[in-house]
């Protein structure tokens, strides 16, 4: 058996319209009309790039109050998704930051990420990964460490428009 990659999230939210706003004016989801009628609380959305049948089930509980996980309960704490250049990871830095959602950035040695929080406080992470023919000693030894993000020097050393990920986490 082998897990090859995650297919979808399902996020519980406390107002359905307002995540669904979120995910597709902040982070540019498209809905996907495939709620069940039993699910009228519910909505499904794909990411621009996927071509996944969905990537994000938002479900609707009334009266919800914030998630305790992380800090008094045990639960998830993020997503992470992945963007193919440095370039449009910074249109989503700005994006977020607009929104009032950019809650931080870290270079991690071979990815580099931005931080955000949707309207109910749920964390995500949006990731630019090195390339496996860019990795080199220097980024597999700063994986264990977080350092602040300079998206300006990261896009001089790997270029603006050079696709993430090849060769990790898409085909080379």
Do not use: C
Not at 14 to 32: C, E, I, K, Q, W
Not at 38 to 57: C, E, P
Not at 96 to 118: C, F, I, N
């Amino acid at each position: 058996m082998a897990i090859t990659r995650l297919n979808h999230a399902v996020l519980f939210v406390s107002n359905l319209a307002r995540s669904v706003a979120f995910y597709t004016d902040v982070l540019g989801f498209t809905p996907v009309d495939m709620a069940p009628d039993q699910f009228r609380g519910a909505a499904f959305l794909r990411a621009s790039g996927s071509t996944n049948d969905h990537d994000l089930g938002l479900f609707e509980v009334a009266d919800a109050g914030p998630s305790r996980a992380g800090r008094t309960a045990v639960g998830l704490y993020h997503l992470a998704w992945e963007v193919d250049t440095l370039t449009v990871l910074e249109q989503v830095a700005a994006r977020l930051a607009e929104a009032g959602a950019l809650a931080g950035s870290s270079d991690h040695g071979t990815t580099k990420s931005l931080y955000g929080r949707d309207p109910d406080g749920l964390e995500f992470e949006i990731v630019w990964l090195i390339p496996a023919d860019q990795l080199d000693e220097a980024a597999l030894e700063n994986r264990k460490r977080i350092r602040p993000l300079d998206l300006a020097r990261e896009k001089d050393r790997y270029g603006a428009e050079t696709r993430g990920g090849v060769g990790i986490s898409t085909p080379a």
